[in-house]
């Protein structure tokens, strides 16, 4: 069996903003070969890394992406969690197009990029994936499109330009016959599902699990078989024996 890996999730959470371009950058110089973001779109169909459903945690401010156009969002500030050791307190909202220009400075790293379920409600999946595949298509190489919303995702399939990857919270649904057929290279899996010291290995994709920021449980899940750990605290994680990724 191959050595897991470790995420760099929403980029660098632990130290900078999540789902900032300085946490993602801060990311891939402490070593992450793999990051993953999420994608949501403004009310003029600008998509832009954001993770929440409303704006307050993050942005301290009313309402929720899609109620605002992206020269409004632009005015906001991105806060990180005052509870963490942070580098950077602060950071503007990103568009994906400024995520772009990064994963162009990383050409050996993967790049999960999560549609948002509330974009699809709010736009449809036809819109959202039509705002985003444009943007990726430079980098389409390094980028696999996850998403809990299934129908997205087929859309992606069938436009057949990027590997794809569903999220799912229970393990248990990885036998769901819609996502069986959709055939994804990637499962993405919250760990608490998991049956505790069982192996855990997915036919035909690449297991993934969210989320920990404790070295000895992502040793343990990867001796159990999962391909990849999710960590708000990529830095930290990947200075620890057995989490480089070697």
């Avoid at 301290?60 to 992406?65: E, K, L, Y």
């Avoid at 444009?134 to 980028?143: D, H, S, T």
Wanted: with cysteine.
């Amino acid at each position: 069996m191959s050595q897991g890996d470790l995420v760099a999730h929403r980029g660098y959470p632990f130290r900078y903003p999540e789902n900032s371009v300085a946490g993602v950058q801060a990311a891939l110089a402490a070593g992450a070969r793999y990051v993953e973001v999420d994608v949501q779109l403004s009310r003029d169909g600008i998509p832009l890394l954001f993770h929440d459903r409303d704006l307050r945690r993050l942005c301290r401010q009313p309402g929720a992406v899609h109620d605002y156009d992206w020269n409004q969002l632009q005015t906001f500030t991105l806060y990180g969690e005052t509870d963490q050791p942070l580098q950077v307190a602060r950071a503007p909202l990103a568009a994906l197009s400024d995520l772009v220009a990064v994963i162009k400075t990383a050409p050996a790293a993967c790049f999960f990029i999560e549609l948002k379920r509330v974009a699809v409600e709010q736009f449809g999946a036809t819109a959202v994936v039509d705002a985003v595949l444009p943007i990726l298509q430079p980098v389409a190489g390094q980028c696999c499109v996850i998403s809990y919303n299934l129908p997205a995702l087929q859309q992606v399939r069938q436009r057949g330009e990027l590997p794809i990857g569903v999220v799912v919270d229970e393990w248990a649904t990885r036998h769901d016959p819609a996502i069986v057929e959709l055939q994804p290279e990637f499962l993405f899996c919250n760990l608490a599902s998991l049956p505790a010291d069982e192996p855990v290995q997915l036919p035909g994709a690449r297991l993934v699990v969210f989320e920990t920021v404790d070295p000895q449980q992502a040793r343990q899940l990867m001796a159990q078989g999962v391909d990849l750990v999710e960590t708000f605290a990529i830095g930290e994680m990947r200075q620890q024996p057995g989490l480089a990724g070697e």
